[in-house]
């Protein structure tokens, strides 16, 4: 069976940032500058996103592009047998993160149905907090949402690379960047907003410390979609003639402009409307719905947030489930249709107690943690940073030949930075994700 290609390089370059921008981005990065010191950690965040997510990208795509196959079969390829088992937990990590990830990109769905049906129109912010709260606590709603985004994420992944994902891409990255534009507009405007912006753009470099250095490196290395399979995939049907090193520079450029836009959409809006710029995911789904509520078009806006939200979701999450079906697709020999619906009705399953553990099930928890939790703390702490590190070592050591010979394109395109980039796969950067798991799971 011959392979799916893109159909274009522009095609590819919009599929993996879809896949790297997704709630994080959106939700998650404007979070931390809010709570880690402003326009340094978005100076360090910077720093740590091209030394190290760039290097780790570069070995993900050059690896799929390499043995032309999903993850498990690229490490057993390149790397030799004994390197499968990195392969096989980049799907199993791609499987986990995605049936709790499309619990709230359900909630998205959610958001938008009720903003298109008027039923937040006269919200107070006390009240949009507590319809998030009987939202996600609830036994019912928030499964029936969860179904409707895996149907979706179903639906454009059984079209095949470049009749599904691609043609996707096309449509949903520049409806992202539309969206977003016209948000950023309109928080800019607002009475207040400037010193958003300055706490967004001038560093204070008091707050620069270890935590908010393992925050910066941490966000700058998860933010990419690195260590979960999606960009060994996507790179392995990448054609050969195209230049690995400069596709990947697009990637990281689209995913840091997106970041820095949510940036000057919610932090400007925050300080405007003297709110907490560090409240977490409450910001996303209760502060800022409230501020827009109060707002001129204050529907209209309302709804292109939320559209923002669900099409930052849905284009992460079809590379996760383009990395499960290839599996099943390429070990398996299933054909694409069955492969797809099958896993997406997998994975829906195993999303359903995830969502129950923030209502009915809170009570039963792994590790002092509920079953959503846990999936989150696991997949972030443990499989991510491990599969990274794994990509890294092969790429540097294990196989730095062919890896140098596709990053190259076997000679004809040079890569100025390839000693630099091996280097930094050798030691700097599993040094660095280290760093961030050690960080993460000990505190030290």
């Known amino acids: ?11 590819f370059i919009l599929a993996a940032a879809g896949s790297a921008v997704g709630l994080g981005n959106i939700w998650k990065f404007p979070y ?5 010191g402003g326009g340094a950690f978005l100076v360090v965040y910077i720093a740590f996103l091209i030394a190290i997510g760039l290097c780790v990208m570069i070995a993900e795509i050059a690896l799929g592009r390499q043995a032309q196959a999903n993850p498990f079969s690229a490490f057993k390829r390149v790397g030799g047998a004994g ?6 937990m980049a799907v199993l990590t791609a499987f986990l993160i995605l049936s709790f990830y499309s619990v709230v990109g359900g909630w998205t769905i959610a958001y938008v149905v009720k903003t298109l049906t008027g039923g937040f129109a006269g919200y107070s912010g006390a009240e949009f907090e507590g319809h998030f709260g009987a939202l996600v606590t609830d036994a019912v709603e928030p499964i029936i949402y969860h179904g409707a985004f895996m149907a979706i994420g179903v639906l454009i992944v059984i079209n095949g690379i470049s009749g599904g ?29 400037w010193a958003g912006v300055e706490y967004f753009l001038v560093p204070d470099w008091s707050h620069l410390n270890p935590d908010m250095v393992a925050a910066a490196l941490g966000q700058a290395f998860f933010t990419l979609s690195l260590g979960m399979g999606a960009l060994i995939t996507y790179g392995s049907y990448l054609g ?7 596709a990947a520079v697009w990637v990281v450029g689209l995913d840091l402009l997106v970041a820095i836009l949510a940036g000057f959409l919610i932090l400007p ?36 947030f939320f559209l923002l939200l669900f099409v930052a979701a849905i284009t ?14 390429e070990e398996f020999n299933v054909g694409r249709k069955a492969a797809t619906i099958w896993v997406g009705i997998v994975i829906f399953l195993f999303g359903v107690p995830s969502s129950l553990a923030l209502g009915v099930w809170g009570d039963v928890t792994f590790f002092e943690l509920n079953f959503f939790d846990f999936l989150g703390y696991l997949t972030d702490n443990y499989f991510l940073p491990l599969g990274a590190i794994a990509t890294c070592l092969v790429a540097g050591w294990v196989s730095y030949d062919k890896f140098a010979a596709e990053v190259t394109n076997e000679g004809e395109r040079p890569f100025a930075y390839l000693i630099a980039w091996k280097w930094m796969c050798r030691v700097f950067a599993p040094i660095a994700i280290i760093y961030v798991m050690a960080h993460s799971i000990f505190g030290v």
């Not at 992460?316 to 599996?327: D, E, K, N, R, T």
Request: charged content about 10%.
């Open 1 to 11: 069976m011959q392979r799916e290609h893109w159909g274009s390089r522009i095609g």
């Open 32 to 36: 931390l500058v809010g709570a880690e």
């Open 83 to 88: 390197w499968s088992i990195f392969g096989l």
């Open 165 to 193: 994902i691609e043609k996707a891409s096309k449509i949903m990255m520049p409806l992202l960047f539309i969206l977003l534009a016209l948000l950023v507009v309109r928080s800019l405007t607002l009475e207040g907003a």
């Open 240 to 246: 050969n003639k195209e230049s690995i090193p400069n």
């Open 269 to 304: 809006a925050v300080f405007a409307f003297n709110m907490d710029p560090a409240a977490g995911p409450g910001l996303t789904f209760i502060t800022l719905p409230a501020i827009f509520a109060e707002l001129p078009f204050g529907t209209f806006i309302q709804l292109c």
């Open 316 to 329: 992460s999450a079809i590379s996760l489930l383009q990395v499960v079906v290839a599996f099943i697709c």
